[in-house]
C-alpha cells in the first residue's frame, strides 16, 4: 500500500474487503497545510488500481466524511470507482460535501448515516481567478461534468441536481442546498440509510459465492 493511503484490507466470511477512508479535504495538484486534515488522490489512485488487479481482495467499502476539495482530484477518484469491476458500496457518516457527492454515488451501491449531511453547490475556486468569459466557460464545464457523473450514476434527474445546486434560500452568503440523509435517499442521490453493518452486508451480497 502506498505511504499514507488511507485504507485496510480485512478479512470476513466471504475473503477479503478493503475499507477505503475518504476524510477531511480531498487534496489534489496543491498541497494543504500539514494541520489540516486531508485524502491525497496521489496515494489512493494507486490503492484502487492494486485493489482492481487483486485477486485477493473481494469488495470495497469506501467510507466517506468530507468536505470536498480539489474538483478535478474527487472526480478523478470518482471515475475510477465507477469503473471498478470489484464489488463497491459507499458509506457516508458525518457528511458527503461538494465534490464527495460524486464520490459517495460512483459506488454500486450507496448508504448514508441517517445524522448525515450533504452540500450540493456550484463550482467555486478560492484565491484569484480571471473575470473574463473564459473563467464562466470553464465553471459551466466543470458543473456539468459533475452533473453529468452524478445523474448517471445515481437516481437523480439532472435538471433537479442543477436546481439544488444553484437553490439562494438555503445557505447563507452562497448558493447551494443541504441534504439530510434522508432527504439525500428521497432525493434520488443515494440508494439508502443505514449503518456500518448495512454497508457490510450488502457488499458481501455482491460477492459470488466460492
Known sequence: ???????VTLEGHRGLIHCLTVIGQIEG???LPSDTK???YEHVIPQLVAIEESREVRG???VL????????AGL????????????????VLGGGHSIGVPLAVSARRSFIA???????????LNGMVLGVPQTLSYFEQMQERIVRFVSQNSRVDPDRYRKMMLETGELAMDFGTVLSGE?????????EIGGLSSAIACLYGMIPEE
Not at 76 to 91: D, F, N, Q, R
Not at 183 to 191: N, P, T
Open 29 to 31: 495538484h496543491v498541497e
Open 60 to 62: 470495497l467499502l469506501i
Open 76 to 91: 478523478a477518484l470518482a471515475e475510477l470507482i465507477a469503473g471498478m469491476k470489484t464489488p463497491t458500496v459507499s458509506l
Open 1 to 7: 500500500m502506498p505511504d499514507g493511503a488511507a485504507g
Open 65 to 72: 466524511n468530507t468536505v470536498g476539495g480539489d474538483i478535478e
Open 38 to 40: 486531508t485524502t491525497k
Open 114 to 124: 441517517r445524522s448525515a449531511t450533504m452540500t450540493i453547490h456550484p463550482v467555486r
Open 183 to 191: 432527504q439525500a435517499v428521497s432525493e434520488g442521490l443515494i440508494d
